[in-house]
């Protein structure tokens, strides 16, 4: 290029003063794409060494969640760790620590050893003889190795927060009936205490009864029922603060005086044959009035459904020392 003059201007004789160079050395283009193949293979390397990394901590952030930062909650990405053996948390531009791998690990083991510990605290509250049982919280706890085939919710009409529970229990070989419940306490002067327990009974099939249903209902009974509750729907008899024997829901009765067993009745006592809905069942009354204790036998359970069969199977289960309940 020259100038107005016609003579040339500076950059064009600084060029020609430099004349050719030395042959072989690659072109402009050719070190430009030369520097943009490095580029690519260290942003490569870059990818490759931290991937690893990023999947554990995304993996572990996700099954801890609550625990790595602010980022879920406020809708935007989990922020991402890209060392699973640094020592020192990483920050994200909103301030949220990001857990590393060891973290978060540690984490996960010191809420397992947590669940570990509650469980065995709710294992202590059942045994083979009662295999359920409520927590304090109110929930059901079934000890390991059993389940729970039926249920019959609140016999007893209690109102929250008390509640109880009929269960059939199994663990395959063995079964239980039971009757839960949680209860408020009091003291020696029958005064709230604010406090709460879990009772439980519990019982063989077939020692009183042929049906569950029927256990249940004696069990309420014996209890003391709420109005409402399971008992007063099913209980065949009630005595009365005059001590009369009253059939309920239509049973038919013939009350005759029990025969006394030793160490288990008393003169006085009396027996009752029950009919209701097509079945039989024997009912023994221990005491008088508020006081007496009802218990219920299915005719199922005897050889014949007869007063005198009756007798016998109370004698053989005073005998064995199980007795009636």
Same mark, same amino acid.
């Given at each position: 290029m020259r100038d107005d003059d016609g003579g040339l201007v500076l950059a064009d004789l600084l060029d020609s003063s430099f004349g050719t160079g030395p042959d072989g050395l690659p072109?402009?283009?050719?070190?430009?794409?030369?520097?943009?193949?490095?580029?690519?293979?260290?942003?490569?390397?870059?990818?490759?060494?931290?991937?690893?990394a990023v999947v554990a901590t995304v993996g572990l952030a996700t099954a801890l969640s609550?625990?790595?930062?602010?980022?879920?909650?406020?809708?935007?990405?989990?922020p991402l760790a890209t060392s699973g053996t640094s020592a020192t948390p990483s920050a994200d531009p909103s301030g949220s620590a990001t857990l590393t791998t060891t973290e978060l690990q540690a984490s996960l083991e010191r809420l397992s050893r947590q669940a570990q510990r509650a469980h065995r605290d709710e294992q202590e509250l059942v045994s083979n003889q009662f295999p359920a049982s409520y927590a304090a919280?109110?929930?059901?706890? *079934?000890?390991?190795?059993?389940?729970?085939?039926?249920?019959v919710e609140e016999p007893m009409g209690f109102r929250p927060p008390e509640a109880s529970l009929g269960v059939?229990?199994? %663990?395959?070989?063995?079964?239980?009936?039971?009757?839960?419940?949680?209860?408020?306490?009091?003291?020696?002067?029958? %005064?709230?205490?604010?406090?709460?327990?879990?009772?439980?009974?519990?019982?063989d099939p077939g020692k009183g009864y042929s049906r569950f249903d029927d256990w249940l209902a004696s069990m309420v009974v014996l209890n003391g029922p709420r109005d409402g509750s399971y008992s007063l729907r099913e209980a065949l008899i009630a005595?009365?603060?005059?001590?009369?024997?009253?059939?309920?829901?239509?049973a038919r009765l013939?009350?005759?005086?029990?025969?006394? *067993?030793?160490?288990?009745?008393?003169?006085?006592?009396?027996?009752?044959?029950?009919?209701?809905?097509?079945?039989?069942s024997f009912v023994l009354i221990r005491?008088?009035?508020?006081?007496?204790?009802?218990?219920?036998?299915?005719?199922?359970?005897?050889?014949?459904?007869?007063?005198?069969?009756?007798?016998?199977?109370?004698?053989?289960?005073v005998a064995s020392g199980e007795g009636l309940r």
């Open positions: 072109t402009p283009s050719e070190r430009l794409g030369e520097g943009r193949r490095a580029l690519r293979h260290r942003r490569r390397a870059l990818v490759a060494g931290t991937t690893a609550g625990t790595v930062g602010r980022g879920s909650d406020a809708g935007g990405p989990l919280d109110g929930r059901l706890v *079934v000890k390991d190795g059993w389940r729970v085939t039926q249920r059939v229990v199994t %663990n395959g070989s063995d079964t239980r009936w039971m009757l839960l419940t949680l209860e408020n306490m009091v003291d020696g002067q029958g %005064n709230p205490t604010g406090a709460q327990a879990p009772t439980a009974a519990a019982d005595v009365s603060d005059l001590d009369d024997v009253q059939p309920l829901h239509g013939d009350v005759r005086p029990m025969p006394v *067993v030793d160490g288990y009745t008393s003169p006085g006592d009396r027996m009752v044959q029950a009919r209701r809905d097509g079945r039989t005491g008088h009035g508020p006081d007496a204790e009802i218990i219920t036998v299915d005719a199922d359970l005897l050889p014949e459904p007869t007063f005198a069969a009756f007798v016998d199977h109370v004698r053989d289960q």
